[in-house]
């Protein structure tokens, strides 16, 4: 009978030794330098606390995770395909031309929480397409000869500068 209750308790230890083995290094998370993170717990889908984290190791159990979301500045550029494809516009008169244009932004710690809220994962897509109706209703403002030829190309920019910022 003590044989078996030494049996059964090695057994128990050898489990416990395992799970440990296991589960230690799953319940450490990171966040990257170039990220800030929300923590959320993979189990109820609930953020707790709603600050950004700043880098760093976090030992937060096997059911916690984090939420990453660039710090450093994004560039984009329209001229390619998608939502960075090249603006297309219309004047005032109705004339429709094409932008290329080049813009950087940065998500700010305070905001993260807001961000994560309103859109999860597709902040970029809803980003990039408010930007591209703001600039289009801008645009809406000036005739063709203005950008190309009255000397309101610098206004313009200023202007859609001051709608990105």
Do not use: W
Not at 44 to 67: C, L, M, N, Q, W
Not at 71 to 97: A, C, R, W, Y
Not at 159 to 165: A, F, P, T
């Amino acid at each position: 009978m003590e044989s078996n209750t030494k049996s059964i308790l090695i057994c128990c230890g050898g489990l416990a030794l395992l799970l440990l083995v296991i589960l230690l290094p799953v319940s450490f998370q990171y966040v990257n330098f170039t990220e800030y993170g929300l923590r959320y717990n993979t189990i109820t889908k609930k953020v707790d606390p709603t600050e950004a984290f700043e880098a760093h190791r976090y030992f937060g159990g096997p059911s916690i995770a984090y939420h990453a979301y660039p710090k450093t500045v994004q560039f984009v550029v329209f001229n390619e395909t998608g939502l960075k494809k090249p603006i297309g516009m219309k004047d005032k008169i109705g004339g429709s031309f094409e932008v290329e244009m080049n813009m950087g932004y940065q998500l700010l710690k305070e905001s993260i929480y807001d961000i994560f809220r309103t859109y999860k994962f597709l902040y970029e897509d809803s980003y990039l397409t408010n930007i591209r109706a703001a600039v289009r209703q801008k645009a809406q403002q000036y005739s063709m000869l203005d950008f190309v030829q009255d000397g309101k190309r610098e206004q313009l920019e200023v202007e859609i500068g001051k709608i990105i910022s």
